[in-house]
């Protein structure tokens, strides 16, 4: 609501006498620029350009590093350098030789990313000066410290190109690769970021090193602390470490390339082993900074947006695509509208490709209405509250702002979406729509081309001037995530019908609040041969309920600013919630109507079929897929039917084509009820009128069928060998697995739980990664996970890897050395504490996001405990040792009982 200057007066002032008091207390070296909407932008003498955006709602902080460096600044046989150099900056510097080390040590969850226009590094971590402090200094150090060393390059290379076997594995992603490097003809944008396989493979040291000093510098680099700091402190540590770097003496050269308006049609081809059928496009389109660039936004809403969209109208609601997608490439020099449809097989894609084409470019005959741009506008100012009301998103999201120009047009864009007309969208579409601004496929010469407007580029510091943002944001509490605050904080309750609730109200960010229902119903018997009915129910819960289609469903939610997600199997559903304080009850109340009077309509059971159908013919040739469904049909024990069956593929088509609607009805009547459940929620609402919902929504609504957790009892299999070949995939898996007799509240569950972690669940420190990944460089993803069941003690041990086919034999030798190893030496006392110091860090960081506390408490609900359990956990965590560890880890693991799993191309030898 907006309140006039006279009411606002004082405030003003007192936020200028703040400001005031704040620039006269800046440490020396340090400016303050400007304020937007709780984030403050400073300046250091060596150009640094820093943002503060404070927030104590949760007891997290994130530190995000973006260098304005990305492929665009690659020149000739220098493509993949950008993010070369994002791998090796985990790789050490003299004052912090093993940073992998460090920041599992301080319970960080950290990643660096490397895109067109930027690179950057961030971590998220539990709120404290300690974490703080560290980041900050390693941040400062690894800017123009790093080693780059060819010892580190020579040991990363395997793992780079196993990153690049892994994306060629995705036909979908290698023909959009294609598709842009045909559209750009000079631009960087045309070349994918991970570089070409021979420039890598041939990178010159010198050149990276040289690369890294020129780019990795203070005065071509943004640092973003978001979250729980103080700001005083937290700007004195910065200029202690970060302003004790020298301003550089060389001067970064503007880029200056741009294609030419395209002037025909392009087509590429793509001809690879898959099961599903792709139909691809993009339009040049304009730079971020750009007014016109919300207009895109909006347009790739309208054409992409599921189940609302024009394309999945056309293509999948007629049966000719089982999913479409697209996306606007908001970059700092013009980008692209990205267009995509997935087809299966058996369908003709010159038909669907003409009716791709068709959606797209008749806009002009069939106009943009203001329904479309309403509802687009309303999902896009969603997706930017949702981001800017969680600091540690925010902080990571800003980096796209600031590669596209100025960190304020993440503002400016939102401000500029709220304006967008169906005549801005409508102008833009006729405009650059056209097929001599397509790529799709060949180039094919044209008498009279319709050319799209030239690329300019747009002047961000012109387009921001006098620019301010909104003064209107909201904080939420300091929140403590320990056990028993949350016990404390948890109101438990038990409906009259049976279904259990946790309620925990606390203050958060923009109001905003995360809530997860969990229905259970049916028993092994009463379930058999329904598991596909069962997930068809679960599938087409929110496709239509009490007289809304799919479409009004989803904008009743969009309305309620929330984002509901309904998913589940024949054994129950599960409904996740996010909104804001105000429409929770409104939201509850939307989620038991749907609940309670499902439609199932004709058309949507159809288009479910067809995509469930693709994603089987997918999985056929998907190594990952194939992997895991051979190792779990190998602890086949029941008869084909029971739930506890794993499927062949064939198994699954012909289920899936099997089912039938009047199945589905029927499911629904006999089995869905209320009685079996829980609803957790948490963040900022009152609990009185979520209870009147529910029981408004959900009361008297009984399971006409009885309930029994569907068990499994352990069972020793023998160790075991499995490997199938699948053709032209340049990445293989490797998955092992164990069953385990033991249960979650097992005295030794905890110990084992550590152990695990300090083998391979951790961060790419563990045992398993700094063999496999750091040292061997032979996968980009390497780990192991323990999977402990809540109630039997049937549960199990395993390890999975990514790898290239012909460095099998390196893999299984490097493993098997690493399982021997931890087994027969242990895992050493300065392990386990580093260990256990990082896996505490890490519940404390999962705790402290609404949306998992909420999973957590229905988890725990279900198993009937509270919040003591965890803290039981915690302190068995804690009371471990070096001693008990290794003794669960050599009473329950046996490698000569590990079913081992190899899929992967292993007839063909690359070098």
């Known amino acids: 609501m907006r309140k006039s200057m006279v009411k606002w007066g004082g405030a003003w002032l007192g936020l200028w006498a703040l400001?005031?008091?704040?620039?006269?207390?800046?440490?020396?070296?340090?400016?303050?620029?400007?304020?937007?909407?709780?984030?403050?932008?400073?300046?250091?003498?060596?150009?640094?350009?820093?943002?503060?955006?404070?927030?104590?709602?949760?007891?997290?902080?994130?530190?995000?590093?973006?260098?304005?460096?990305?492929?665009?600044?690659?020149?000739?046989?220098?493509?993949?350098?950008?993010?070369?150099l994002e791998h090796l900056m985990f790789k050490g510097t003299p004052k912090h030789p093993d940073i992998m080390s460090g920041l599992t040590s301080h319970g960080m969850r950290p990643n660096g990313t490397t895109w067109f226009d930027r690179t950057n590094y961030f971590e998220s971590f539990p709120a404290s000066e300690n974490n703080l402090d560290w980041a900050l200094k390693m941040e400062a150090d690894r800017m123009v410290h790093s080693n780059v060393a060819r010892k580190d390059l020579d040991s990363e290379m395997t793992v780079v190109r196993n990153e690049m076997e892994r994306g060629e594995n995705d036909p979908g992603d290698v023909l959009m690769d294609k598709i842009m490097a045909a559209a750009y003809q000079w631009h960087n944008y045309g070349k994918s970021t991970i570089g070409a396989r021979s420039d890598v493979e041939n990178v010159n040291i010198a050149h990276l090193q040289a690369f890294y000093h020129k780019y990795y510098q203070p005065d071509n680099a943004t640092l973003v602390v978001a979250g729980r700091f103080d700001t005083t402190r937290t700007l004195k540590e910065i200029q202690q470490t970060f302003g004790q770097i020298a301003r550089p003496k060389r001067v970064l050269e503007p880029t200056y390339t741009l294609d030419p308006a395209q002037d025909g049609e392009r087509q590429v081809i793509l001809r690879r082993v898959g099961d599903v059928q792709y139909v691809e496009a993009v339009y040049h389109a304009v730079a971020a900074a750009s007014p016109d660039s919300p207009a895109f936004e909006v347009l790739a809403q309208v054409l992409g947006d599921t189940p609302t969209?024009?394309?999945?109208?056309?293509?999948?609601?007629?049966?000719?695509?089982?999913?479409?997608?697209?996306?606007?490439?908001?970059?700092?020099?013009?980008?692209?509208?990205?267009?995509?449809?997935?087809?299966?097989?058996?369908?003709?894609?010159?038909?669907?490709?003409?009716?791709?084409?068709?959606?797209?470019?008749?806009?002009?005959?069939?106009?943009?209405?203001?329904?479309?741009?309403?509802?687009?506008?309303?999902?896009?100012?969603?997706?930017?509250?949702?981001?800017?009301?969680?600091?540690?998103?925010?902080?990571?999201?800003?980096?796209t702002a600031i590669a596209n120009g100025d960190w304020r047009l993440f503002f400016l864009t939102r401000d500029r979406l709220a304006k967008v007309t169906p005549a801005d969208v409508q102008r833009v579409a006729i405009a650059y729509l056209i097929p001599s601004n397509r790529t799709l496929g060949l180039f094919i010469p044209t008498a009279n081309p319709l050319r799209a407007p030239a690329p300019q580029r747009v002047d961000a510091e012109a387009q921001l001037q006098g620019y301010h943002g909104s003064p209107d944001y909201q904080a939420g509490e300091a929140f403590d995530v320990s056990p028993a605050n949350i016990q404390k904080r948890t109101q438990w309750v038990t409906m009259p019908d049976g279904l259990k609730v946790a309620l925990l109200s606390k203050k958060t960010r923009g109001n905003t609040v995360h809530a997860r229902l969990s229905l259970h119903f049916g028993t092994a018997d009463s379930l058999l041969g329904k598991e596909q009915v069962g997930d068809f129910v679960a599938g087409l819960m929110d496709r239509g309920a009490d007289g809304m289609s799919r479409s009004e469903i989803q904008d009743k939610f969009t309305a309620l600013k929330a984002q509901v997600a309904f998913s589940g199997s024949a054994t129950g559903l599960t409904v996740m919630i996010q909104t804001v304080k105000e429409n929770l009850p409104a939201t509850v109340d939307l989620v038991t109507r749907i609940l309670r009077n499902p439609t199932f309509p004709e058309s949507e059971f159809k288009q479910w079929r067809e995509a469930s159908l693709a994603d089987v013919e997918e999985s056929r040739s998907d190594p990952q897929a194939m992997a895991s469904n051979l190792l779990h049909r190998y602890f086949n024990r029941h008869p084909r039917g029971d739930l506890r069956y794993t499927s062949t593929f064939d198994e699954t088509a012909e289920d899936i084509k099997a089912v039938t609607q009047d199945q589905i009805v029927q499911f629904y009547r006999r089995f869905y009820g209320a009685s079996h459940g829980e609803l957790a929620?948490?963040?900022?609402?009152?609990?009185?009128?979520?209870?009147?919902?529910?029981?408004?929504?959900?009361?008297?609504?009984?399971?006409?069928?009885?309930?029994?957790?569907?068990?499994?009892?352990?069972?020793?299999?023998?160790?075991?060998?499995?490997?199938?070949?699948?053709?032209?995939?340049?990445?293989?898996?490797?998955?092992?697995?164990?069953?385990?007799?033991?249960?979650?509240?097992d005295p030794q569950a905890?110990?084992?739980?550590?152990?695990?972690?300090?083998?391979?669940?951790?961060?790419?420190?563990?045992?398993?990664?700094?063999?496999?990944?750091?040292?061997?460089?032979?996968?980009?993803?390497?780990?192991?996970?323990?999977?402990?069941?809540?109630?039997?003690?049937?549960?199990?041990?395993?390890?999975?890897?990514?790898?290239?086919?012909?460095?099998?034999?390196?893999?299984?030798?490097?493993?098997?050395?690493?399982?021997?190893?931890?087994?027969?030496?242990?895992?050493?006392?300065?392990?386990?504490?580093?260990?256990?110091?990082?896996?505490?860090?890490?519940?404390?960081?999962?705790?402290?996001?609404?949306?998992?506390?909420?999973?957590?408490?229905?988890?725990?609900?279900f198993d009937q405990r509270d919040a003591t359990f965890l803290a039981q956990q915690d302190d068995q965590v804690m009371a471990a040792d070096s001693s008990s560890v290794n003794e669960a880890l050599k009473k329950y693991l046996d490698p000569a009982r590990f079913v081992t799993v190899y899929v992967g191309d292993f007839s063909a030898k690359k070098p």
Do not use: C
Request: glycine share 8%; hydrophobic share 40%.
């Open 750 to 861: 905890q110990a084992l739980t550590l152990g695990n972690y300090v083998l391979g669940e951790g961060f790419l420190n563990s045992r398993l990664a700094t063999r496999i990944r750091q040292k061997e460089g032979l996968s980009y993803g390497v780990g192991s996970f323990l999977r402990l069941n809540d109630q039997v003690p049937n549960s199990a041990f395993g390890a999975y890897a990514i790898y290239a086919p012909q460095n099998r034999a390196r893999l299984v030798k490097a493993f098997d050395e690493v399982i021997a190893q931890v087994l027969g030496q242990g895992l050493t006392p300065a392990e386990i504490e580093a260990g256990k110091a990082a896996l505490m860090q890490s519940r404390k960081l999962a705790r402290a996001q609404d949306g998992s506390l909420a999973a957590q408490l229905d988890k725990l609900m």
């Open 309 to 399: 969209g024009r394309l999945h109208k056309s293509l999948v609601e007629t049966g000719l695509a089982t999913s479409i997608g697209a996306d606007y490439f908001n970059l700092a020099e013009p980008g692209v509208l990205f267009l995509q449809a997935e087809v299966r097989k058996d369908q003709k894609l010159d038909d669907v490709r003409d009716a791709f084409l068709a959606t797209v470019e008749k806009i002009k005959e069939q106009p943009i209405t203001a329904q479309e741009v309403e509802r687009a506008e309303a999902n896009l100012r969603n997706s930017i509250d949702t981001t800017f009301n969680d600091p540690e998103r925010f902080g990571i999201a800003l980096s």
């Open 19 to 84: 400001q005031g008091a704040l620039a006269s207390s800046l440490p020396p070296g340090v400016t303050e620029v400007t304020r937007v909407e709780g984030v403050t932008e400073y300046r250091l003498a060596n150009g640094l350009q820093v943002l503060l955006a404070p927030d104590d709602s949760k007891p997290t902080a994130t530190v995000n590093v973006t260098y304005r460096v990305g492929s665009r600044m690659e020149s000739y046989g220098e493509t993949g350098m950008a993010h070369l």
């Open 681 to 745: 929620v948490v963040g900022d609402f009152s609990p009185v009128p979520v209870r009147a919902a529910l029981e408004q929504g959900l009361g008297q609504w009984a399971n006409a069928e009885p309930y029994a957790v569907v068990l499994d009892d352990y069972q020793a299999f023998p160790g075991k060998t499995l490997q199938q070949d699948v053709t032209d995939k340049a990445n293989a898996v490797f998955l092992a697995w164990q069953p385990l007799p033991i249960k979650d509240d």
